[in-house]
């Protein structure tokens, strides 16, 4: 599976963005799609997952202000992003994954896109 990460960009504080990933390649071979996010200094971290079409779970810190989907058919994910804070600064990843069970049983990553929110 090869992931395409598009939509980072630089805005400022309670500004907007929308990530896109486009998933190719075995996609029949994931159920999970999502964005981790690592800024510097910091390990990567959760940020949104999609398990299907639409069970979501979102980190704590960004609940309320972004929003995960899907569009199936073509085998893309969105992150839309609103409200955005400083702290939100970092580079987002794409992530496929197969799920079962709770368990995660293998991963594939997309190359990183920067987000940064000025103050």
């Known amino acids: 599976v090869q992931l395409q990460a598009s939509g980072g960009g630089l805005v400022q504080a309670g500004g907007s963005l929308r990530l896109s990933c486009a998933a190719s390649?075995?996609?029949?071979?994931?159920?999970?799609m999502g964005w981790y996010r690592q800024a510097p200094g910091k390990e990567r971290e959760l940020v949104a997952v999609?398990?299907?079409?639409?069970?979501?779970d979102y980190s704590t810190s960004v609940k309320g202000r972004f929003a995960i989907s899907r569009h199936s058919a073509e085998n893309t994910v969105f992150l839309q992003m609103n409200s955005l804070k400083p702290e939100d600064t970092a580079v987002y990843y794409c992530?496929?994954?197969?799920?079962?069970?709770?368990?995660?049983?293998?991963?594939?990553w997309g190359q990183g896109t920067q987000v940064t929110v000025s103050s």
């Open positions: 992530n496929a994954a197969f799920t079962a069970w709770g368990k995660k049983f293998y991963e594939y």
């Open positions: 999609i398990i299907g079409d639409d069970s979501t």
């Open positions: 390649g075995s996609t029949r071979s994931i159920n999970a």
